[in-house]
């Protein structure tokens, strides 16, 4: 077995050096990057950080919402799938903040919502329709069963 080097991985805000953590992960390296392969794993060992636990799709920081970017952070970083080398490699992955809709400011009313309730389609209400008059049925024959028995 010939040993090789850590796989890490580590969290950006997008145009910055500022770390993003990912609290599904539990082992952090010294540096501060999240262990994907530890240190001395054999050379050729493969590694995939495409799941959700390596690259959660967003991450929250002071607050705020940050959404995975599709860009890569070239040349700084190595594959995200591979093998482990004899060097170790680091994995970024960028994040961007995601844009929450603005809060109307004080004294300003809402738009009101003009469209009306949402009751559902047609084939619903017909469906509804059905299982009532089938119940209806159902009803009026166990009752008449009844009496039959009865009389």
């Known amino acids: 077995m010939v040993s090789g080097g850590k796989v890490s991985v580590k969290y950006i805000i997008e145009g910055t050096e500022v770390t993003l953590e990912n609290p599904a992960i539990s082992e952090v390296d010294s540096n501060g990057n999240y262990v994907v392969k530890k240190e001395n794993t054999e050379i050729g060992t493969p590694y995939d950080t495409t799941t959700m636990i390596f690259q959660p799709k ?29 060097e170790d490699q680091l994995i970024i992955y960028e994040y961007r903040l995601v844009e929450e809709p603005e809060a109307p400011t004080p004294g300003q009313p809402k ?41």
Do not use: C, W
Not at 76 to 84: A, L
Not at 135 to 147: H, P
């Open 111 to 151: 738009k009101p919502n003009v469209s009306g309730p949402k009751t559902g389609d047609a084939s619903d209400i017909q469906a509804h329709g059905l299982l009532v008059l089938m119940s209806g049925i159902l009803i009026f024959a166990m009752r008449l069963k009844k009496r039959r028995e009865e009389g």
């Open 58 to 86: 967003r991450l929250m920081k002071d607050g705020k919402t940050y959404e995975l970017t599709a860009r890569k952070v070239a040349p700084k970083t190595d594959p995200i799938t591979g093998e482990v080398k004899a």
